[in-house]
Each structure stands twice: as structure tokens, then as C-alpha cells.
């Protein structure tokens, strides 16, 4: 057993010298990046989308900060998922005290049975845009943009390589629930390895508009579960960039519970599996740091029930270095994104000594749920969301199996709380 615990320990080290490297690719860009300032008269005149099933507990601050922008031309699409829906009552609410005269309120019309509603969202959102509009901007009802997000969004478009832009979210650390806090660490890992992977988020996506028909990216969303995973494929074979901001790290705070966590984590995980071209590197990855960390923890519980006490030492004292250094690495890149958000004037939290030592606690946590989610994600072949089920045989063949008028009890986590 000895020689088994070090060829581990020896892995687990390799693992972590991997996970230190792209903290500091992460870190750098982060720190390296610049914001570019254009003139007014340059940036394109823009829709922002922005579909809805369901009230997000945050919808209302949502609409509030997308009808303060500072950009010149833009417009706001709200595509609900019909009339009844409780999001109508509350878009047309905000948008009448805020007296705004640039928001369109529209119900789906179509409903499309071989991709989700929230495609087929998009589709009619944007098929219903005329010539003006250069640029599209996608966002998600529980992030509560900044002032400045659209500008920041669509500048890089003015790079003739850049044909998208996306952001990505960032989660408070200091949750109440442990669902909150395996969320908040396993995003952490999740935010470094979009970055590096190149895959953008829906949540604060900018594309022109022109990109859109050259791509074909609206067909492909016409038979897809997602809008955004597909996207590091379909613009790479036009060879057309996708540029992350490092400004638009988007503070969500809201909480959710371990059950609903596992249902969004497997839906993240199957839109890469299905959709994007380094999967294989995403999995590579997920073994690496759950299964030699795993195995290693057992054969420490298992020497020391027969009394091999140096296995036992050397098995502990590696993963007890091993979750110590995970959690330097998290408060390393806390602070980092912690600079981003305080400059852009988002609300922040300082960690207590009771967040970091949950934080502690919760990455062996986190390993766990997200091995099993990891696994349970690779038979799925049905998956719910929103109230709807969908069945699927590939990436490209989707049935929505059938529609219903979405229900409270659709809310995918409690009344105080919400995933997208």
C-alpha cells in the first residue's frame, strides 16, 4: 500500500502544480487587461435580449440596471414565455415606472419542439431586428449588470478579428447554504477553465450581428439545448474570435440548496459534453481533481483500519496539504476578481474567518458532488428544465417532449433563490 499511497500523493502533486498554472494564465489576464474607451459615435447601435420563464427573486433589479446603461443606441428585447407568465406582469411593471421608451415586451410566438424555448426565444428575438442593429447582446435575468456592461460588452467589437465577447459570473462566498458554497468553489474552477477553453457565457454575451448570418449560428440554435457552449466550434471554423472581458466578472448572490445545485451542475456539464470541441480536456480535468484526491482519502480511512500507520500519515498529511493549497489558490483568485468587481462599483462581501474555514470544509465537499454529478451527466439522456423536459439522442437531435405554462413549482430552487 505504500508504494500506491505515493505514486498518489506524487499524482495529487502533478494535479496541483496544473491547477496553480492556470490560476496564474487566469491572473494574469486578469490583471494585464485593459479597458479601451471609443467614442459614442462609434459603437453600434444594439439589442439587448433578454428571455424569461418564470419571476427570478431578482428580475425586477435586472431590468432597473438594463434600462441604465451608458450607451448611446440600444434597445431592450424581452421575449416572456407567454402573457400569464408572472415575468410579464413584472418586465411591464419596471418598464412603466422607469417610463422607458426603448424596451419591446413580446410573447413566444413559436414554440419550437427540436430546441429549448430559450432558443427559441432567441430565434424570434432576432429575426425580428431590422438592418440597424449591428450587434446583439444576450443576458440572464439573475445578473445585475453595472452601469457600463454594454459598453464594455461591445467595444472589442470593434476589432474586425472579435466577432463575440462574453463575461462570466462569480458567485458570493459567504452563502448561507451549502449548496451556496459548493456552487460558489466549484465555479471558481469552472470560470478559469471557460477562460482557457474559450467558452463564453449566455449570461453576458455580445455577437455581431453579422456574424449571426455568416456563421449560421441562428440554425444551430434552431436544433440546440443551449445558445452559447456551441459557439467556440461554430465561430472558431470561420476563424473568428471570441474575446473575454475580464471587466464583466458579474457578482450573482443569490443562494440555492445542494439538491437544485446537482440539477444546473449536470445541465453545465452536459451543454460542454455535447457542444464543445475540448470536452475530453474538461473530463481529463475533472478526473485529475476528483479521483486521485478520492482515492487517496479512502486509503487513508483503509490504512488506518489495518494499522499501517506511515500510509496512513503520508495519505493524510498529502491531502490535508492538497485541500490547503486548493483553498490558497480560491482566496488568490477571490481577491483578483474582488478588484474587477469593486472597480466596476459592484456590491462585494469580505471574507469572515467562518467563510474560509467553510470554504475549507467544502472543497473535500465539492469533489464529491461533483464527481457524482460528473458521472451521472455522462448516461443522461432527458433532462428538465424550467417545468420542461427535453429527451435527446445527440447534440443536434432535441425533442421537447411537451410545453406546459410554467408554474411556481417549476422554480427551480426555493422563492429566495434562483439558477438559470
Not at 480560491?330 to 471574507?351: C, G
Not at 474560509?356 to 428538465?384: C, D, H, N, R
Request: proline content about 5%; some cysteine; charged content about 15%.
Amino acid at each position: 500500500m505504500n508504494d500506491l499511497v505515493i505514486f498518489l500523493c506524487r499524482c495529487l502533486t502533478v494535479a496541483l502544480a496544473v491547477q496553480i498554472c492556470f490560476m496564474l494564465v487566469f491572473l494574469w489576464h486578469l490583471s494585464s487587461s485593459k479597458k479601451n474607451v471609443i467614442p459614442d459615435e462609434e459603437l453600434p447601435k444594439t439589442a439587448v435580449i433578454l428571455c424569461l420563464r418564470g419571476a427570478d427573486p431578482f428580475l425586477s433589479n435586472c431590468l432597473q440596471a438594463l434600462l441604465n446603461q451608458n450607451y448611446p443606441q440600444y434597445d431592450l428585447k424581452l421575449v416572456v414565455d407567454r402573457i400569464e407568465d408572472p415575468a410579464w406582469t413584472i418586465a411591464n411593471d419596471t418598464v412603466q415606472e422607469h417610463g422607458a421608451t426603448n424596451v419591446q415586451i413580446s410573447p413566444l410566438r413559436i414554440i419550437r419542439r427540436n430546441c429549448s424555448l430559450k432558443c427559441s426565444s432567441l430565434i424570434q428575438a432576432v429575426k425580428e431586428l431590422d438592418d440597424s442593429y449591428k450587434a446583439i447582446a444576450l443576458v440572464d435575468a439573475d445578473t445585475i449588470v453595472h452601469a457600463n456592461w454594454l459598453r464594455e460588452l461591445v467595444t472589442p467589437l470593434a476589432d474586425p478579428n472579435v466577432g463575440a465577447t462574453t463575461g462570466n459570473r462569480w458567485y458570493v462566498p459567504t452563502g448561507s447554504h451549502w449548496g451556496s458554497i459548493v456552487r460558489y468553489l466549484w465555479n471558481v474552477s469552472a470560470v478559469v477553465q471557460m477562460y482557457l477553453y474559450g467558452i463564453p457565457w449566455g449570461g453576458t454575451l455580445a455577437v455581431k450581428t453579422e456574424v449571426l448570418h455568416q456563421t449560421g449560428l441562428l440554425d444551430q440554435w434552431g436544433k440546440a439545448f443551449c445558445e452559447d457552449t456551441m459557439m467556440r466550434h461554430i465561430l472558431g471554423k470561420h476563424k473568428i474570435q471570441i474575446k473575454f472581458v475580464p471587466s464583466l466578472m458579474m457578482l450573482n448572490q443569490e443562494e440555492c440548496n445542494l439538491s437544485d445545485l446537482s440539477s444546473w451542475m449536470q445541465r453545465q456539464l452536459l451543454f460542454c459534453r455535447l457542444y464543445h470541441p475540448h470536452w475530453l480536456a474538461v473530463a481529463g480535468n475533472a478526473i485529475l481533481t476528483i479521483l486521485f484526491p478520492t482515492v487517496l482519502s479512502v486509503l487513508f480511512v483503509v490504512a488506518l483500519l489495518s494499522g499501517e500507520w506511515y500510509a496512513a500519515a503520508i495519505s493524510l498529511s498529502c491531502y490535508s496539504s492538497y485541500v490547503v493549497a486548493l483553498l490558497l489558490i480560491v482566496l488568490f483568485l477571490e481577491q483578483a476578481v474582488q478588484l474587477v468587481i469593486r472597480s466596476d462599483h459592484q456590491p462585494t462581501k469580505q471574507l469572515t474567518i467562518t467563510a474560509i474555514f467553510q470554504m475549507l470544509i467544502g472543497i473535500p465537499l465539492t469533489q464529491w458532488v461533483y464527481g457524482l454529478v460528473f458521472l451521472s451527466s455522462l448516461w443522461m439522456s432527458e433532462v428538465k428544465w424550467r417545468g420542461i423536459t427535453y429527451q435527446f439522442k445527440n447534440a443536434w437531435k432535441i425533442r421537447l417532449v411537451e410545453y406546459r405554462p410554467y408554474q411556481s413549482l417549476d422554480q427551480p430552487v426555493p422563492p429566495n433563490t434562483s439558477l438559470n
